[in-house]
């Protein structure tokens, strides 16, 4: 494979991961993992899952919509390059988003008897969020050459810390 990036696009366009947001997104988690802990069995912990559940549904939505409706403004405004050949393959992730969004939409709902469905949710956001890391490891799974490796970097921590915040309140 061919590891130049097309014309007039850098292999180091797309924003990374900050120090502050990295240690933000697991503050969060963290107290999300204790709050799992001191509620669980309680009547908060079904609120709380279905809080989380919610709103992960919305970002989903929102990402999906953006992505599928405004895919140009939604790259440019992300810092990614807009590449008019992969405006048909960005329209695809926004509808796998919107997809993801719905089926949370369904569960926050009642989490309890949406038990098979999230865990398909979380089994789809394990497997998306570790082969990004594995290519951030140098597998490669038809990787975009003009990617720099820490956006997968990136792309799979945030994917496992929505894992690990929907597998907290996994409602068991």
């Known amino acids: ?3 130049a990036a097309p014309a007039g696009v850098s292999a180091t366009s797309e924003p ?5 947001r990295a240690l933000g997104a697991a503050a969060a988690v963290t107290a999300l993992a204790v709050v799992a802990v001191v509620v669980r069995g ?3 912990y079904d609120m709380i ?7 992960t549904a919305t970002v989903e939505g929102i990402l999906g919509v953006q992505q599928f409706a405004f895919t140009r403004r ?12 992969y405006h048909d393959v960005v329209q695809d992730a926004g509808l796998y988003n919107l997809g993801l969004a719905l089926a949370l939409a369904l569960a926050a709902f009642d989490p309890t008897r949406a038990r ?4 398909v949710v979380l089994a789809l956001y394990l497997v998306h969020g570790t082969v990004h890391l594995l290519r951030y490891a140098g597998v490669q799974f038809g990787r975009e050459p003009f990617r720099a490796r820490e956006v997968d970097l ?15 309140f996994y409602p068991y």
């Open 1 to 3: 494979m061919d590891d």
């Open 49 to 55: 899952a279905r809080a989380v559940i919610g709103v």
């Open 74 to 85: 939604f790259l440019t405004t992300s810092g990614r390059p807009y590449v008019a050949a």
């Open 154 to 168: 990136v792309a799979g921590c945030q994917l496992l810390l929505v894992a690990l915040a929907l597998a907290l």
């Open 16 to 20: 990374g991961l900050s120090p502050s």
């Open 42 to 44: 309680d009547d908060a």
């Open 116 to 119: 098979a469905l999230l865990a």
